[in-house]
């Protein structure tokens, strides 16, 4: 070495934005192939040879791999991402529901409908009898 540092007018202001464009477009690219690689197994209407075909057409030829994929099965993606987060939100619901007591049908619980059987039945709504099958409707 000669001694010399680099200085920072060294590297003229454009060349440093057109670094960071090519960087900005390789983790861009970066996280494209690792989405295409997590919707290739997510998949379940693609067979097990059609999952490896394009894994391996994704990772051997990357580029075109994934400017293929993304044209040919790009729909989709959105497709399964939509179908995903409906799942997803459908199990947080049921849990919400069964933890706070709720059916799964979403209707009053079972303590709500035994206290409005009660209340038809001292207002004289209903007789003894029709509280008590109404009563076993709800228990059973």
């Not at 010399?4 to 477009?25: G, H, K, R």
């Not at 959105?78 to 069964?98: G, L, P, T």
């Not at 799964?104 to 059987?117: I, R, T």
Request: glycine share 10%.
């Amino acid at each position: 070495m000669d001694g010399s540092l680099p200085l920072a007018y060294d590297y003229p202001m454009l060349s440093m934005l057109w670094t960071i464009m090519w960087v900005f477009l390789w983790v861009l690219w970066f996280f494209l192939l690792f989405r295409i690689i997590t919707d290739i197994f997510r998949d379940h209407e693609l067979g097990g040879w059609g999952k490896a075909g394009w894994l391996i057409f994704v990772i051997l030829l990357p580029f075109l791999g994934v400017f293929i994929y993304v044209l040919v099965r790009g729909k989709g993606m959105s497709k399964r991402d939509m179908k995903q987060v409906e799942e997803q939100q459908a199990a947080v619901d049921d849990y919400i529901r069964r933890t706070a007591g709720a059916p799964a049908g979403g209707g009053a619980s079972e303590v709500d409908q035994l206290a409005k059987l009660s209340d038809m039945r001292a207002s004289g709504a209903i007789s003894e009898e029709e509280f008590q099958r109404a009563k076993q409707k709800v228990l059973g």
